[in-house]
């Protein structure tokens, strides 16, 4: 498989241990609603909550490891995740300082200073692709009848330690290396304050559109580098007092998204609805209302930017400009929330009495400017350009003819045939395929079917964009299909 869709894979993987940021966003958001002056001192229940979040939050890196182990094995098997989690062990253990001044023969002081964070989720999803590549090609692997107990799925914990043993004497030598580059990154941005935030958000935004800013955030967000912004914001009280949050500062990698998700996207949403065909304004709502709804109050923005990321990428632009933009306004003006999971009304709520949230509710304000800007742009560039966004230049109305099964195997012949296909996955709204020729892919025929559009990421990593509410049923009925 080529690296970008590969890349496609792990990006989904890696939902599988953020999906456990919300339980500690509403541990944590309730604590601080109970105790918004003592932070726990004073409430019991308070503490208990907040601390029960903060478990999960202090332990990001190895759910990572799990996570992504268990997100990307082939048949989602607990074994794989176990697997994970011994790799894990064995590798930040013999990469802890104690056992690299043993093992070097020098002073604990004198060990380098990147193996203080070595035990990060960087290292963690590192940890879960190989463990979960170790599991797809062993988990069936029977060995002779006198070691017949270790066959199969047995066999992958031990050869996981082994990998373990191997990645770690590697990463002694290459993770100093690496943690200096993602330190100079970091770092560069971090010293550029506001700027830095809005470069962040903009690129942020802008390697979505192929699959890749799950490489960027966690230097940002997590405890790669030391900034770890989500979990320094969402310690709160322990933060500050431990010194890695500062007031007006923790968060700033966060704050400028809840304008964009709350407002920015829900103005775009409404503006393609305005400049859709007459006759596709019934359709066309039903599917911006869903979207910009899923945008505002959880911020899950996909459903929404995927329908026009591909169809008018200027529009895609616009939108990764404007996120930049409200990155570095939130960021210099001081203006501080934080999320558990995205950037939502929930997490905003949540976060309004957190210690570190700092004039929250200017961004209540700054998301109603952003609502104009967003509408203004978006509808002017589509009506300029004559761009075709959703339920422009085609007819929504028109009846896709016969049962789903018949659409899937249309959507078979399109893309070459069963021969030419050799995975097939989905998100939200389209469908990701793994094929063996990206040419022999008939396009106006996928399109006729009605998707929106064909995107060829390689030679063999595809996507096709087939709508919100339809694309997980075409790719079940098409992965039925492939079966037989």
């Not at 932070?39 to 229940?45: A, E, I, K, Y």
């Not at 996570?67 to 989602?76: I, N, P, R, T, W």
């Not at 290459?174 to 200096?180: E, T």
């Not at 304000?365 to 560039?381: I, K, M």
Request: aromatic share 12%.
């Amino acid at each position: 498989m080529d690296i970008l869709g590969y890349m496609q894979k792990v990006g989904k993987a890696l939902m599988v241990p953020v999906a456990t940021l919300p339980a500690a966003a509403i541990l944590m958001g309730v604590g601080y609603w109970l105790d918004p002056t003592g932070w726990g001192s004073n409430s019991v229940l308070a503490a208990f909550l907040i601390k029960s979040g903060g478990a999960i939050i202090d332990n990001m890196a190895v759910l990572f490891a799990v996570g992504v182990a268990f997100g990307l094995s082939k048949d989602k098997d607990g074994s794989a995740a176990l697997s994970g989690f011994v790799m894990w062990l064995v590798v930040t253990t013999l990469l802890s300082k104690g056992v690299i001044a043993q093992l070097q023969g020098i002073p604990v002081e004198n060990v380098n200073m990147a193996f203080d964070k070595v035990a990060n989720q960087f290292v963690g999803i590192v940890v879960g692709i190989i463990s979960a590549e170790i599991y797809n090609r062993t988990s069936h692997i029977e060995l002779p009848k006198a070691l017949a107990f270790f066959s199969g799925k047995r066999l992958v914990p031990i050869l996981t330690s082994i990998a373990g043993m191997i990645l770690a004497f590697v990463l002694m030598a290459v993770w100093p290396v690496v943690f200096s580059g993602l330190l100079t990154l970091g770092t560069a941005l971090q010293d550029m304050g506001a700027v830095g935030a809005g470069l962040f958000g903009f690129f942020n935004r802008l390697m979505l559109s192929i699959g890749m800013h799950h490489a960027l955030y966690p230097v940002f967000w997590f405890d790669v580098v030391g900034i770890n912004d989500i979990p320094n914001f969402l310690g709160g009280a322990q933060s500050i007092a431990n010194g890695t949050a500062t007031p007006g500062v923790t968060g700033m990698y966060q704050a400028g998204f809840f304008p964009i998700m709350m407002f920015g996207l829900p103005a775009a949403a409404l503006a393609i609805y305005h400049s859709a065909d007459k006759k596709n304004k019934t359709k066309v709502f039903s599917v911006m209302i869903a979207a910009a709804a899923a945008s505002f109050f959880t911020g899950i923005t996909e459903p929404l930017e995927f329908s026009f990321m591909f169809l008018a990428p200027v529009l895609f632009f616009i939108h990764a400009v404007l996120t930049g933009l409200s990155l570095f306004i939130s960021a210099h003006m001081g203006w501080m929330s934080g999320f558990g999971f995205s950037a939502g009304f929930v997490d905003f709520v949540l976060g309004t009495q957190n210690p570190l949230a700092t004039q929250w509710y200017m961004l209540i304000a700054q998301g109603l400017v952003f609502f104009v800007l967003y509408y203004v742009l978006f509808r002017f560039a589509i009506k300029k350009f004559n761009l075709k966004t959703l339920g422009r230049g085609e007819d929504l109305n028109k009846e896709d003819g016969g049962s789903i099964e018949d659409l899937a195997d249309n959507y078979i012949k399109a893309l070459g045939g069963n021969d030419n296909l050799v995975e097939i996955d989905n998100c939200i709204t389209r469908l990701r395929l793994t094929v063996k020729s990206s040419k022999a892919i008939d396009e106006d025929a996928v399109k006729a079917l009605g998707a929106t559009a064909v995107v060829k990421l390689s030679e063999t990593a595809v996507q096709v964009i087939v709508g919100i509410g339809k694309v997980d049923k075409v790719a079940a009925a098409m992965k039925v299909q492939f079966n037989k």
